[in-house]
Every structure is written in C-alpha cells, then in structure tokens.
C-alpha cells in the first residue's frame, strides 16, 4: 500500500467523527471540517468534500490505485503512474524514484564512486568516524590508521610519528600497574617493580610500591574483569582499592577501571569485520554497517560495508548486481557485487572476479581458480560439493 492509501481509513474515520459533531444536548458546539486532522503527503491534498486524499488539488483531483504514485505536472495537472520502486534496492543512500524506478540522489544518479549526501553525489569520507590508536590518524586518501605516514604492524605503536614494536601492545593492566616490555607482565608502579598475584592490588605506601598482600578475605575472592580484591573488605573494586573502590553490579565487567555492561571485543566479529574497543562494535573499513549489509573489499584491499544477500536466492541483490561468498575465508553471509567477467577455471583473486554461479578458491594450495558454487551435490551434476553449507564442486575421488 503506497502513502496516499494509508491515508484512506483515517479520513474514514475523520468523516464518521464529523458526522457526530453534535453534543449530547443536541446543539452543534463547533463547525467541523472532513479535513480536519487530516495530513496528506505532497503532492496529495485533502479533498474538503469526503475527507480523503488525492492527487492534485482542486476540482481536477483524481484517487491513484495502490500500486500507483501521484504525479502533477509543471501546469498543475496531476495524472497516476505505476510506482516503479516496488522491489528496488537503492546504494550508497540515494533513493528511488517511483516514476522511473532509477535511485537517485536528489534529481540525479550519482556516479560508482560517489555517494547521496544531503541530495548531492560526493566522495565518500573514507576516515568518516574511524577511531585510530593513540598517536595516529587517519588518511583521507585511502581511510588507513598511520603513524607519521606509514601503517603500524600489529605489534607495533606509534610513537612521534615512528611505528616502533611494542610487545606491550594489547596489554591492560590494572591500576597503578604498568607493562615491562622485557615479560609482558604488568609490574606494581614501575617496569621493574613487583609482579602483583591474583588478588593483589599495587599501592603507593610511603613512597614505595608494594603489592598488598591478600589477606583471608581475598583468598577464596575471584575477581572478574580487571577489578582486584580489596584485601583490607575482600571486596572486587574496579579502578582502585580503598576510597577509590568502585563494585561493578552483577551484570557488569570491569574493564580499564570502568564496570561496564560487556567487556569490549570480547567476542567474534564477522569475517572482513574489525572490534573497536572504543565503542565495543563490529567495524568494518572504521564504518558500522546496517543490518542489511556485510563487510568486503571488493577491491581486495580497502574493506567496505555493501549489501548482504544470499546465494542462490533470486532478488537478494539489487538490479545489476550478483550475490557471491568468500567461502575460504570463513564468510557466513554472501555479499553482492557487479557480475565478473571470468569463466570456469580461470584464474582470480576475489569470488567477484568469476562469473555469476562461481567463486573464486585454492584447492589444495593450488592456483586460485573459478570454481562452481554449490550446496549439495545435486548442484554439481556428474560431480559432488566440497564444503558446507556452501562449498564447490570438484570432481568425484
């Protein structure tokens, strides 16, 4: 049911309520109007005579069909069309219009590499909320996290604009403790100071470091999270012992001297997805995806959200576009891409490569060849599917 129809049963109403504009004694307490209250989307108007909308305005309005749209011309001349939008699967956040069914961006259609922005086609923001480690920022040219120019390894830090290792990196350690890039263990006030044990916590008495020992109220205490037994209550506290204790609540997680609901990154993203601690989301490319997308590089480098489908189903992907899988890289969701252009045991490098039907995989540390892709045997003819629940097919052993 298109907009204008949605409209029909509350103008209903709206006539019935008028119709009963009398009060109880008889008398008429107001004059009324069918359209009161009644909203019609442009450029549908409210017809004072039954309280409905229509097309136009005027004498000249007309009532579209369901699966119809109202147009009116420059002349003021409204006439119904077929909503060409049914089925239609906009990118890049154009919209489609229903006179033609082409998404566009305001009144044009933008270009592969631009996206809709406030009814205007520009180049995506490839840093648009990207958070980047400490020390490094991000390169509007191509959306990578550098230090001083160049990406760190994932060992490594930035620091002054140098990528340098650091064996520390990914380490957290509680309170007062620090890293000690000799053992990776977290050290009581300085690198070289002592290793606190499990229900410990490192304080500052006296101007010396020390690790406090757990007493008999710490020693059947397991803390979860980063928060340390109190030894002096036997009580977990997240982001210091004594006055500075904090008790996470009994759905909450210390985690860097804050109780939170859920310890961030805690679990597994999707393939092509990366955790950012940050916010505690799956990112892909420094972008949240919508539920109706996955993440792939369909350039085989810069990783992008783009629409989810599914093999094999008709109409998961928008007009010119094929659903393929990266099934070796561990993918549960297929993605759509434009038709590649390779045939059955061509070389390739990404699924998108092959032609629709195929995928591209290395059978055996083989080449990366274009095979079938299949579910069961049944879609291999004279051969049988090798994987689950998608897989390609090979020849029979």
């Not at 259609?109 to 009814?119: A, G, K, R, S, Y």
């Not at 008495?205 to 209550?233: F, L, Q, S, Y």
Request: net charge negative; hydrophobic share 25%.
């Amino acid at each position: 049911m298109n907009s204008m129809h949605r409209w029909l049963p509350i103008a209903a109403l709206t006539a019935f309520v008028a119709a009963l504009g009398v009060a109880c004694d008889g008398e008429e307490t107001r004059e009324t109007s069918l359209c009161d209250g009644v909203d019609c989307p442009e450029p549908l108007t409210c017809d004072p005579a039954d309280g409905v909308c229509k097309c136009g305005s005027g004498d000249s309005r007309i009532i579209c069909k369901s699966n119809e749209v109202c147009v009116v011309t420059a002349e003021g001349m409204p006439f119904c069309t077929e909503d060409r939008c049914v089925g239609v699967v906009c990118d890049r956040k154009q919209t489609c219009d229903p006179t033609d069914g082409v998404c566009k961006c305001g009144a044009t259609t933008c270009p592969e590499d631009e996206i809709c922005v406030q009814n205007r086609c520009t180049k995506p923001d490839p840093c648009s909320g990207k958070a980047c480690p400490e020390g490094q920022t991000c390169d509007p040219t191509d959306g990578h996290c550098k230090c001083g120019g160049e990406v760190c390894a994932d060992d490594e830090s930035c620091v002054d604009g140098v990528c340098q290792f650091d064996p520390c990196k990914g380490v957290n350690c509680p309170k007062n403790s620090v890293c000690s890039p000799e053992d990776k263990a977290c050290h009581c006030g300085t690198e070289t100071g002592p290793v606190c044990e499990v229900g410990q916590a490192c304080a500052n008495e006296g101007g010396t470091w020390i690790c406090r020992g757990a007493t008999h109220k710490c020693e059947a205490v397991d803390c979860r999270g980063d928060a340390v037994c109190d030894p002096d209550t036997g009580a977990c506290c997240c982001g210091g012992i004594g006055p500075e204790c904090v008790v996470c609540g009994p759905s909450e997680v210390c985690y860097r001297g804050k109780c939170q609901g859920v310890v961030p990154c805690q679990f597994e993203c999707e393939t092509g997805f990366e955790c950012n601690p940050l916010t505690n989301r799956c990112e892909c490319g420094g972008q949240v995806c919508g539920a109706e997308q996955t993440c792939m590089a369909l350039d085989g480098e810069n990783w992008e959200c783009v629409h989810r489908c599914t093999p094999f189903v008709t109409g998961s992907c928008p007009e010119g576009f094929v659903c393929y899988i990266d099934i070796f890289s561990g993918a549960s969701s297929g993605y759509c891409a434009p038709a590649g252009e390779n045939g059955l045991n061509d070389k390739c490098t990404l699924p998108h490569d092959c032609e629709p039907g195929l995928t591209c995989a290395s059978i055996a540390g083989g080449d990366e060849l274009c095979y079938e892709l299949c579910r069961t045997n049944d879609d291999c003819a004279s051969k049988f599917c090798a994987g689950s629940p998608y897989g390609v097919c090979l020849p029979k052993p």
